[in-house]
């Protein structure tokens, strides 16, 4: 199942359930990429500071901060590569993936997000991630996941 032997990409999980975030975690690592947790928006940014993640998996509805401030915040703190933010999240309406987009997040998916997805979403993303990316949001055809 592992994604070898491509360099595994560092993924950052937020999400205040501590079940949901593991298990993601999980399921990631066990594809062969680098994943580290937070269960609040303050945790997340924090942990985005020490090592910029290649791809960050974002709840909106998170404790102190929503999702939506969280990746405001990840994007205005950036001073090179930019993360490819998801959402995954129980906020599924039109307005709240209008909102996402506002908010600099590339792709909006809803819970539970379905495995297979996931995995096949950072494949393809690390097929078009390439070093000199350093600035700006993930291509269009990252929408079509």
Avoid at 14 to 40: N, Y
Avoid at 101 to 111: M, N, P, R, V
């Amino acid at each position: 199942m592992s994604d070898s032997p491509r360099a595994p990409l560092s993924v950052l999980v937020v999400d205040d359930l501590p079940d949901v975030a593991e298990s993601v975690a999980d399921l990631l690592t066990v594809c062969g990429h680098k994943v580290r947790t937070a269960s609040c928006g303050t945790d997340a940014l924090y942990a985005a500071r020490l090592e910029a993640p290649d791809v960050v998996l974002l709840d909106i509805g998170l404790p102190g901060m929503s999702g939506w401030d969280v990746a405001r915040r990840l994007r205005a703190q950036s001073t090179g590569k930019q993360p490819v933010v998801v959402a995954v999240t129980g906020y599924g309406t039109d307005r709240d993936r209008v909102c996402s987009a506002d908010a600099g997040i590339d792709l909006h998916l809803t819970k539970p997000a379905d495995p297979a997805q996931l995995t096949a979403l950072l494949a393809r993303v690390r097929g078009w991630l390439r070093p000199e990316r350093s600035k700006g949001t993930a291509p269009s055809s990252i929408e079509a996941a």
